[in-house]
Nanobody, 113 residues
């Protein structure tokens, strides 16, 4: 059974950093591009960024470019989202996504100014 489990969320002050992890199981992780999304209160879910199967190609939303970094460890079946220089507008529930409709449960990130 496929599982995506995010962790690492929490509360941080503006300018701080957090590292989210998404542990995958139930499928051949190395064969899939992976994605991070977020959803702020009252807003639609938006794509934060993506990483290809080998981790050599990443892409980011303009709003996080230069501050967030996606990486993966295929040996650990885990994808990461390193978030630096956090802003209050980064407050959201963050989800990892495999494609095919498979989402994690999300992890809350709250940035206070």
């Amino acid at each position: 059974q496929l599982h995506l489990v995010e962790s690492g969320g929490g509360a941080v002050q503006s300018g701080g950093s957090l590292r989210l992890s998404c542990a995958a199981s139930g499928f051949t992780f190395m064969n899939y591009d992976m994605y991070w999304y977020r959803q702020a209160p009252g807003k639609e879910r938006e794509l934060v960024g993506s990483i290809n199967t080998r981790g050599g190609i990443t892409d980011y939303a303009d709003s996080v470019k230069g501050r967030f970094t996606i990486s993966r460890d295929n040996a650990k079946n885990t994808v990461y989202l390193q978030m630096n220089s956090l802003k209050s507008e980064d407050t959201a529930v963050y989800y990892c996504y495999r494609g095919g409709g498979f989402w994690g449960q999300g992890t809350q990130v709250t940035v206070s100014s």
